[in-house]
């Protein structure tokens, strides 16, 4: 996928001849977002590119909740590339964030063999996101498994119930303020000395006095 | 409570619990079956038996120690698995273009050898649920060499979790490559001996022609990846669409068929082993050129010294220190990373904060997908249809769960 940069139709980036770059008081030049991206922020100018480290190259766009089932609808059907498959569906929790949870969708098209990822965040008592059920069946069970882990629920959703943890199970066990279950464990020196206890919750490789 | 279809309170309708202890069900997969005498009404898998957090324990270790857990997820190719996460982390940490191809060509033999595992115990497992009892014994023969291997590169016969961040663990041992040349000299003639038991057998097609058919569009739609994907006429395979470890530098055909049934997707695997054999025997041929090559980035931060060294050279016994202390620490960011597994497009997500441990991985389980679709296969069929369906998708539950 080329990246087309922005910079070359907007002319306040070119350099005037006769003119020395210190004399003309130059904005900063817009940043260049790959192809497909441009053509949603074109589109769908509520939509933004998040100021984070994407390692892996693959465009990314952050979009609002309520625009996410129109905009996705029209990346399947419309935009070209078409982008025809849903691969992943991820949620992640960033407590110290404003929208704390974080829904993650990576897109294909099967045509043009490109990537998109949009992020979708909610936050509040009861975070919700609409659902793509209605766009791909594919997003039923990942679906469910966010709402079972993190708790998000997804608006429009024809099954939403836990699917991999027990059904009277409470809490949400990827949550950040979820404990990771485990036992205490008792470490003897020697076999007339002091036992060591390490309480659960406490450090996996805690140092022994 | 689950829900079946609006007919349920019928009296004619039964319902049948299908698993989770039931050997056909691979596992410990549990389907909730209606049935109007024994044809399927409606269909609900019930998975989370063998759910065992695998996702919140990585956030607790530092990205060294998350690769052991990588192997538990899909248990039959835990190579992949463990490729899969470290090329996440690989791309996190900036260094995917710095692995030496040493390290490379031995992961895609390791690879491949391990899809040939799979799709053996797969096809020995589906031949029995459909009443074929020898290919069973055949294939668990052959899979026994691959384990040899296996032991003999890594000293364990499954969870090999040789793969490292920027490389691998140790170099080849001498005699490996004679022996995985052995295995595939030897491997088509096996391959012939399972198709001639099964793929003109009359039981065998009729049990598996025109079953569990799904077009091309729904295939996409339910997100299929993998054989199964292919065996509906789609020709996607990661290794080819996004190659990794310079499977683009390998001659291999990616096997398809346009039926879209059970059968479609078992001649879709048999293929599958062949071309396997194809990019193993290329493999080796690129191991001589790169013999005395050091096997890992040679990057202090990230990837540990040479044994040698830490012996004799301070900085790498500090390096090594620090390496076993904290682990390796990466900017904050994220990196999806995608491999083809046996079973379709496996996919690692790795979010970090800027400490030494994951802030998340997401694991994406190609069967967790390919088995939503099961009821739509099974509708309307018959009881012993669910078994084929069940085979021909090759779900592996420590994978579903995780």
Not at chain 1, 103 to 111: G, M, N, P, Q
Not at chain 1, 173 to 201: C, H, M, N, W
Not at chain 2, 17 to 35: I, Y
Not at chain 2, 220 to 225: E, N
């Amino acid at each position: 996928m080329a990246a087309t940069g922005r910079s070359e139709s907007s002319p306040s980036t070119q350099a005037v001849p006769g003119q020395t770059p210190q004399a003309q008081p130059v904005a900063a030049p817009p940043p260049v977002y790959p192809e497909n991206v441009q053509k949603l922020l074109d589109r769908f100018p509520d939509c933004w590119v998040p100021d984070w480290r994407f390692a892996d190259g693959i465009p990314t766009a952050a979009v609002q909740p309520e625009q996410i089932v129109e905009i996705v609808r029209w990346l399947r059907f419309e935009c070209e590339p078409r982008f025809d498959v849903l691969v992943d569906v991820a949620g992640n929790h960033w407590p110290e964030r404003e929208f704390p949870f974080e829904v993650t969708y990576i897109l294909h098209s099967l045509e043009f063999n490109a990537r998109i990822r949009l992020k979708c965040s909610a936050g509040g008592e009861e975070p919700a996101i609409p659902s793509l059920t209605g766009v791909w069946p594919a997003a039923t069970w990942p679906e469910r498994e966010i709402y079972d882990m993190f708790g998000v629920t997804f608006e429009g959703h024809p099954d939403l119930r836990r699917i991999l943890m027990p059904e009277d199970w409470e809490g949400h066990p990827l949550r950040k303020d979820f404990p990771l279950g485990e036992e205490p464990i008792e470490f003897y020196r020697q076999p007339e000395g002091p036992s060591i206890t390490v309480p659960a919750g406490g450090d996996i490789n805690p140092t022994i006095p | 409570m689950v829900m079946l279809s609006e007919t349920r309170t019928d009296q004619d309708h039964m319902i049948l619990n299908m698993g989770p202890q039931h050997p056909s069900t691979h596992g410990v997969l549990r389907l909730l079956l209606e049935l109007d005498g024994e044809t399927i009404v409606s269909c609900a898998p019930e998975i989370g038996y063998l759910h065992t957090g695998i996702e919140k324990t990585i956030e607790a270790r530092n990205y060294h120690q998350a690769i052991v857990l990588t192997d538990r997820t899909d248990y039959l190719c835990p190579p992949i698995n463990n490729l899969c996460y470290v090329l996440a982390c690989e791309k996190l940490f900036g260094i995917e273009k710095d692995v030496p191809e040493r390290a490379q060509v031995i992961r895609v033999i390791m690879s491949e050898l391990t899809r040939i595992a799979s799709h053996l115990i797969w096809l020995g497992t589906h031949a029995l649920d459909l009443g074929a009892t020898t290919p069973f014994m055949y294939c668990w023969r052959e899979r026994e060499q691959i384990l040899a291997i296996n032991e003999f590169y890594t000293g364990v016969r499954m969870m090999t979790s040789f793969t490292r961040i920027g490389g691998v663990l140790a170099d080849v041992p001498d005699g490996f490559e004679q022996r995985v040349a052995d295995f595939v000299r030897i491997m088509p003639r096996r391959i012939d001996e399972y198709e001639a038991l099964l793929t003109k057998n009359p039981i065998f097609v009729d049990r598996t022609r025109g079953i569990g058919k799904i077009s091309r569009e729904d295939a996409l739609q339910y997100g299929f990846s993998g054989p199964c994907l292919r065996g509906s006429g789609v020709q996607f395979d990661v290794r080819v669409k996004f190659p990794y470890c310079g499977y683009e530098g390998y001659e291999f055909d990616v096997p398809y068929s346009n039926d879209g049934d059970v059968y479609a997707r078992y001649l879709v695997r048999i293929r599958e082993m062949r071309e396997s054999l194809r990019i193993i025997d290329q493999g080796l041929k690129k191991l001589p050129a790169t013999k005395g090559q050091w096997i890992r980035v040679d990057n202090p931060r990230i990837c540990f010294p040479p044994r040698e060294k830490i012996h004799t050279s301070m900085e790498s016994l500090i390096h090594h220190f620090k390496l076993v202390s904290e682990g390796p620490v990466p900017q904050s960011g994220e990196a999806y990373a995608c491999v083809e597994s046996p079973r379709g497009e496996l996919g690692t997500y790795v979010f970090s904060d800027g400490s030494n441990k994951p802030q998340r991985c997401r694991i994406h389980a190609p069967s967790f997908v390919n088995l939503q679709t099961l009821p739509r296969l099974v509708e309307g069929r018959l009881v012993a249809d669910v078994v084929a369906c069940i085979g021909s998708i090759d779900i592996i539950l420590g994978e579903i769960d995780r």
